[in-house]
C-alpha cells in the first residue's frame, strides 16, 4: 500500500511560482507513475501533469503546457509539480495519485489511480 504525502500548496500572485511537492512512502516496478490531478468543489478530478519513474515522457494537460513541469526524484521518492506564471482559473485543490504506465505510457484518467494524497490547496489570485 502506496502512501503519498502531498505539500506546497498557498496563495499565489498570477505570474508567479508555486512548486507542489509529493512524496510516496514507497515506489515499485508495479506503480512506475506518479501525476497530479486537480478539483474544484462539485467537479471531477482532471490531469494536470503525469511522470513515470524512469523519467521518460512526462505528460501535460493542454491547459498547462508550457507552465507547469512536473520532475520526479527517484532517490527521494517525491515527484513535484512547478507551478510557473499560474493563472486564476488554476485555483484548485490539487492531489498526488501513483499508478502504472499502459503500454509505456503515463495514464491520464483518475479512476485508473489506486493511490492518493490528501489534496492541497492552491489559490491563483489576479
Known amino acids: 500500500h502506496v502512501q503519498l504525502q502531498a505539500s506546497g500548496g498557498g496563495l499565489v500572485q498570477a505570474g508567479g511560482s508555486l512548486r507542489l511537492s509529493c512524496a510516496a512512502s514507497e515506489i515499485t516496478d508495479n506503480w512506475d507513475v506518479m501525476a497530479w490531478f486537480r478539483q474544484g468543489t462539485g467537479t471531477y478530478r482532471k490531469f494536470v501533469a503525469g511522470i513515470r519513474w524512469s523519467g521518460n515522457g512526462a505528460k501535460y494537460s493542454d491547459s498547462v503546457k508550457g507552465r507547469f513541469t512536473i520532475s520526479e526524484d527517484r532517490a527521494k521518492n517525491t515527484a513535484d509539480l512547478q507551478m510557473d506564471s499560474p493563472k486564476p482559473e488554476d485555483t484548485d485543490t490539487y492531489f498526488c495519485?501513483?499508478?502504472?504506465?499502459?503500454?509505456?505510457?503515463?495514464?491520464?484518467?483518475?479512476?485508473?489511480?489506486?493511490?492518493w494524497g490528501q489534496g492541497t490547496l492552491v489559490t491563483v489570485s489576479s
Open positions: 495519485a501513483v499508478s502504472k504506465s499502459l503500454l509505456g505510457e503515463v495514464v491520464t484518467s483518475a479512476p485508473l489511480y489506486p493511490y
